[in-house]
Every structure is written in C-alpha cells, then in structure tokens.
C-alpha cells in the first residue's frame, strides 16, 4: 500500500460491526478497519494520533500473541496498525457515508487519528490458494457462546440449563433490537452431531441477525445490514448458489451449502495444535440447551465431541476459559479494583490494559488453580474471562471456491461433507481484546438478561392468553425502572 497515493475511490464500503467500519480494496484483496466512536464522544475526536495508533497496536498484539497462540497460526491474521493521510480517510468517510447501515449510524467513523488497522481481505481465499479462481463464495458466522457454564458460583440456576443467546434472544426482542426470535442456538452448532449442526446452520439462515452473512465475490448478498428487520429471501440466495452446483443439484443448492459449511467446520486442515498445551478445564456442564427448539432425543444425542483440531474445538476451549461464570469473576474483579486502589501503580506490572506481549499469556497460562490469596489469582482469572468474551464474541469465516479438476486429489483442500467439490479456507476475525472496565458491565447484562427471560418466560406460562400489552420492571440496583413496554 503506498501510503501517498492513497485515492478513496480504490475503495469501498464492505461492512461494521458496532466499534468498527471495515472498507475493502477493489482491487487487492485487502481491508481497511477503521475504528469509530460514538457521535457525542469528543475525548474520543482528541485523542492523539499516537494514542490511537497505540490502541491499534493493542489490538495487533492481542491478536498475534495471546489469539494466535491459542486458535492457531493458519486461521489468525493479526494485520498491521498503519497512519493514513487525514485527507485521504475523510473523502472515504463521505464516501461511504450512505452505503452504512441506519442502525450503525450513532458512530462516526474515526478520521481524526490518521490510523487504521489493515488486513487481508479474508472473504476470499488466500492468495496462495487464491490464483485465478472461479466465483467465490463466503459464509460469515459469528457462533457466540457454546457451552452451558457450570460454576459452584452461579445463582440463577436458569443459566445451567438455558444458554446466554437463546435467553438473551427475549431481551433483544423485546427492546425492539430485533424483530423475529432466532431458532439457532450456538449448543447445537458446537455439539459436533452433524445433524444438530445441519440445523443450528439452517436456523441462522431462516433469521440472520448479526449471525450469518455471505457474500459472493466479496459483496454481501444474504444477510441483514439493517438491524431491526431481516426478512432474508432463501429463494433469491438459492438463484446466487446455482453456478456452485451441478445442474443434478439445483433443487437443493442451500442444503448443499449447509453440508459444505459443516464439513468446513468439522475439518482439521494443517492440523496446527494451537492451544493444546494449555487447554481450559473442562467444563462438565449439560451439553444442550434448553432454549433450543430441536427435538429432545437429538439434543441429548452429541456430546461436545468435535474434532480436536477443528475450528469450533479451538474457538470453545477459548470460551471455556471462563470456568467461573460471570457471577464467579465479578468479585474478583471487585478485588483487583480495591488493590489497584491501594496500589495504583501495579496497574502497568499486572498488564491491566496491556501490553499484551508473551508475558500476558504467561499470566493467563500460570494462573493458580485455586485462589490462594495472592493478586495474582484474581488478575488472571480476571484476564481469562476477557480472552473468553473475545472468544464468545469472534467471528468464523469461510472462503469457498469450486476446485479445478486437478485439485480433488489434494487431500487437504477438499471437504469430505458432502462431496469433494471446494477448496477452502477458514479464519477468524475479530479478536479484539474486551476492555478490562467492561467486566462491570457484563455482570450488570447477565442480570438484566436472566431477570428478563425468566419473567417473560413465566408471564407466558402463567397467562398463556394474557393481553399482549405487558411491562417489565427492571429491579436491579436500587432503583425500580420502565425498561418495556412491550404491544
Ligand atoms: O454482550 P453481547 O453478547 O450482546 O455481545 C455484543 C455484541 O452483541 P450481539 O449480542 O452479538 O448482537 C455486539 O454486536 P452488535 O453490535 O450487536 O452487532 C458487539 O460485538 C459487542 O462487542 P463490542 O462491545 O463492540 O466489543 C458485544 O459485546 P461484548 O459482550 O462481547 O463486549
Ligand atoms: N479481514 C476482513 N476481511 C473481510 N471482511 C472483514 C474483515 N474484517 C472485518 N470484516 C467484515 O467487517 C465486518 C465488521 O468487522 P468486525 O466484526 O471486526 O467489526 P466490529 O465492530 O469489531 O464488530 P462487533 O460488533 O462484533 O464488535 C465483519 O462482520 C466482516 O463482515
């Protein structure tokens, strides 16, 4: 990229997420991700460009050396922070300014810093594999939490037995961030039974939300961009997979991708042991969730029993980090607070906010079993459960490309599920590290979310025809607050 020859126009808007805006090159397979702040920030607008280049290397860093180490070499691409001409990213802010999403639009795009983070442009196949390629096709899903926690330390026994999405799914709904309930539920993506898998994968494409996405030759064309309504045409997304599939295939081109998606998966491709000398504690919680809507004899058919290297075993070892459950971790948290109080200067030795080098990993690795009342029991429980929410908040991507004749016989390139008829590749992205202060946070959500499904869930058992006007007190903290009033 040279760096005075910077033109918006080679440019264009590809996505965001909720602290980023991503635009692709039109040429190269390269992405820009440019991070972005809320419109009334205006800390943010004066934070010094060696500030933000500072967090952008936070973000490179956390990736290469705490991610990489435990999700693995191939499917982790940290990219490089790079500075920008001012000029350069505020014709690209006008630019893309009316291709973003209404509901994303309370941020503004940062082009006061002159940084931005870039990458390889990971919707497509990399470039070794990449050559002159057919159309390629990519699936974006992001899995969220796989597993049900099981902690001594939880109180709301609903969690054990109802995962954190599907309750959370009430929530979403009912303060109007999503229209239709999703029928997905991350357990049965995670279950490794390639029936459930099937299923959670058609789940995600009946309702989207921020879960799925696909694009073909880089543009999005399934998938919701708008937050609040995401009636998506299976019909249409069918048309699109037809040059995928064999013309014998035709009537069935979705179910065919939804094999290959579970092939990719289940597949261990470069079989790299990332993270297998310091796997988390296994969890022993149930293995199904009750929130799912799958049949019980299947739920209670597949025990977490993916394959060791694949990528969804990667990503829930990652989750399982956190043994403690929020409930568990929020006191810690508490204690690391009141000794940083007493002792502010430790902050900087105890890594707090980084620097995320070799030595953070060691204190996430060598953190003691049980607490034995030093600080450093609390700080690495504390920097375990943050690698776990960037692990429960990550997105998979992947790349697919029908194969030439010649490369069916390479073994490593070809998904077993359900024939041989991609080459692929998968990474993930976003692995941003979650700021220590947001522990406060979650704690707070985790209630608001339990407290919300339980009282929905009971209004409807007990009033199954109960008029649909209803409102929902939040009691937490000592104030009493109309959070709903739902019609
Ligand atoms: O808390 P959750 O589970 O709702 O996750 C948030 C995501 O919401 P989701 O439920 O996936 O729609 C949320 O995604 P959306 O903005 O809803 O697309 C963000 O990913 C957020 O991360 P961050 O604060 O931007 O670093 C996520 O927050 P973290 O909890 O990961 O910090
Ligand atoms: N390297 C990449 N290659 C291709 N597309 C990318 C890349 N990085 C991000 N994207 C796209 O841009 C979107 C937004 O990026 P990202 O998820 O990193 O944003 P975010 O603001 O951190 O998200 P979140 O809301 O989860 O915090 C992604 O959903 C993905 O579609």
């Known amino acids: 990229m040279e760096l005075d020859k910077?033109?918006?126009?080679?440019?264009?808007?590809?996505?965001?997420?909720n602290k980023s805006l991503v635009v692709s090159h039109v040429q190269h397979s390269q992405v820009l991700r440019l991070l972005k702040y809320p419109t009334e920030d205006a800390e943010h607008a004066h934070q010094t460009s060696e500030q933000a280049f500072k967090h952008i290397q936070n973000i490179v860093e956390f990736s290469k050396n705490v991610m990489k180490p435990l999700l693995g070499e191939t499917c982790v691409h940290h990219g490089e922070a790079v500075k920008l001409p001012l000029d350069f990213l505020r014709q690209l802010s006008l630019k893309v300014q009316q291709e973003r999403p209404e509901s994303r639009c309370d941020k503004v795009m940062d082009t006061f810093s002159g940084c931005a983070l870039c990458l390889p442009n990971l919707t497509q196949l990399s470039a070794c594999r990449l050559s002159d390629r057919g159309p390629q096709l990519c699936i974006e899903i992001k899995p969220k939490c796989g597993f049900l926690p099981s902690s001594q330390l939880i109180m709301k026994e609903v969690k054990r037995r109802v995962?954190?999405?599907c309750m959370h799914q009430h929530f979403k709904i009912a303060n109007g961030k999503w229209k239709r309930m999703s029928r997905y539920c991350p357990l049965d993506l995670f279950s490794g039974n390639k029936q459930r898998m099937y299923l959670a994968i058609k789940h995600l494409l009946e309702e989207p939300q921020n879960n799925l996405k696909i694009f073909k030759n880089g543009e999005l064309i399934y998938g919701c961009e708008e937050v609040a309504s995401?009636?998506?045409?299976?019909?249409?997304l069918a048309c699109h997979l037809g040059p995928y599939f064999p013309p014998q295939d035709t009537d069935a081109p979705v179910n065919e991708l939804i094999q290959a998606?579970?092939?990719a998966l289940l597949d261990s491709p470069g079989c790299d042991h990332a993270g297998d000398h310091w796997r988390a504690p296994p969890v022993d919680g149930c293995t199904y969730c009750e929130g799912?809507?799958?049949?019980?004899?299947?739920?209670?058919?597949?025990n977490h029993s993916l394959p060791k290297d694949c990528i969804l075993h990667k990503i829930l070892q990652a989750q399982m980090?956190?043994?403690?459950?929020?409930?568990?971790?929020?006191?810690l948290y508490k204690r690391v607070e009141r000794y940083l109080e007493e002792f502010p200067k430790e902050r900087g030795k105890l890594q707090i906010d980084g620097p995320y080098n070799e030595k953070f990993l060691e204190k996430l690795k060598n953190c003691p079993a049980e607490d034995d009342g030093s600080i450093e029991y609390p700080v690495g429980k504390v920097h375990q459960y943050r690698v776990s929410m960037t692990a429960k908040d990550c997105s998979i991507l992947i790349a697919l490309s029908p194969c030439g004749e010649d490369e069916l016989l390479e073994p490593n390139l070809d998904l077993q599920a359900p024939k041989p008829r991609f080459t692929y590749s998968v990474s993930i992205l976003d692995?941003?590290?979650?700021?220590?202060?947001?522990?406060?946070?979650?704690?707070?959500?985790?209630?608001?979310?339990?407290?919300?499904?339980?009282?929905?869930?009971?209004?409807?058992?007990?009033?199954?025809h109960a008029p649909a006007t209803h409102v929902y007190l939040e009691r937490d903290a000592q104030d009493c607050t109309l959070v709903f009033q739902a019609v």
């Not at 910077?6 to 997420?17: A, S």
């Not at 995401?230 to 249409?236: G, I, K, R, S, Y």
């Open 163 to 165: 995962c954190r999405f």
């Open 261 to 263: 998606i579970v092939g």
């Open 292 to 302: 799912s809507p799958l049949p019980c004899e299947l739920l209670q058919n597949g």
């Open 230 to 236: 995401c009636q998506q045409d299976l019909d249409a």
């Open 321 to 331: 980090l956190d043994n403690l459950d929020i409930e568990g971790v929020y006191p």
């Open 431 to 464: 692995l941003d590290p979650k700021p220590y202060e947001s522990i406060s946070h979650q704690y707070k959500l985790d209630s608001k979310i339990v407290n919300y499904y339980l009282w929905n869930t009971q209004a409807n058992q007990n009033k199954p």
């Open 6 to 17: 910077m033109d918006e126009n080679d440019w264009k808007y590809h996505g965001e997420g």
